[in-house]
């Protein structure tokens, strides 16, 4: 009798396990982006644009967590990913989750970030970070304002190298900021190529 018991025991602890496992799994898994490679695949050929990588930053995802990815397109894999900010967007409207949740606008003086795709342009001095930036250039309706609105791919000293979730990377003024860290590794393969890049941002 107590051997039957301690096999229902038993057999109730892996089941329960399984599922621990299964949630876990559940929570883990990662959004499919076949679907934006594919576009931006075709993009970059139609436009003459880089066709060995793209830049692909997705704002759904929690700030403290990985979501600015370059996708090479020869091996079909992410090869870099790290921390990227997005915009506060409180100056024309109260934003009591700017910090949870980037909210869109392509008006001046925003400070919200902006869907879309981008044309990375001309490689210029900051005085942020390691005093790089990259002009963008917005090629549809919500990020046309872009040069205007001086957004552009800089890094910054406040931006952790490393996932902080639970913790939110700081907030910008709509520009898309990353460590020094992986700015440098940016910045090398921007200067090794003549053809433009593709950013696009998404949510």
């Known amino acids: ?18 599922s621990s496992v299964a949630v876990s799994e559940e929570i883990v898994k990662k959004r499919d982006y076949a679907a934006f490679h594919k576009e931006a695949r075709e993009f970059c050929k139609d436009k003459k644009f880089n066709e060995g990588y793209y830049f692909l930053i997705d704002l759904s995802i929690h700030s403290g967590k990985n979501r600015f990815f370059v996708y090479d397109f020869k091996t079909n894999q992410i090869s870099n990913e790290n921390l990227v900010t997005h915009g ?3 100056v024309k409207e109260d934003n009591d989750t700017k910090w949870e949740k980037a909210k869109f606008s392509n008006k001046d003086d925003s400070h919200c970030s902006s869907k879309g795709k981008y044309k990375i342009g001309k490689r210029d001095s900051s005085t942020w970070g390691i005093k790089i930036k990259y002009w963008l250039h917005g090629l ?3 990020n046309k304002n872009a040069v205007d609105r001086v957004v552009v791919l800089h890094s910054w000293s406040a931006v952790s190298d490393k996932e902080i979730y639970p913790k939110y990377a700081p907030l910008s003024w709509g520009c898309p900021a990353v460590s020094d860290d992986f700015m440098r590794v940016l ?7 003549d053809k433009p890049v593709l950013l696009w941002i998404i949510e």
């Open 1 to 18: 009798m107590i051997h039957k018991i301690l096999l229902f025991v038993a057999l109730q602890f892996i089941s329960c396990d399984k």
């Open 187 to 193: 910045d090398k393969k921007l200067q090794q190529t």
């Open 140 to 142: 549809e309706e919500t």
């Open 88 to 90: 506060s967007c409180d």
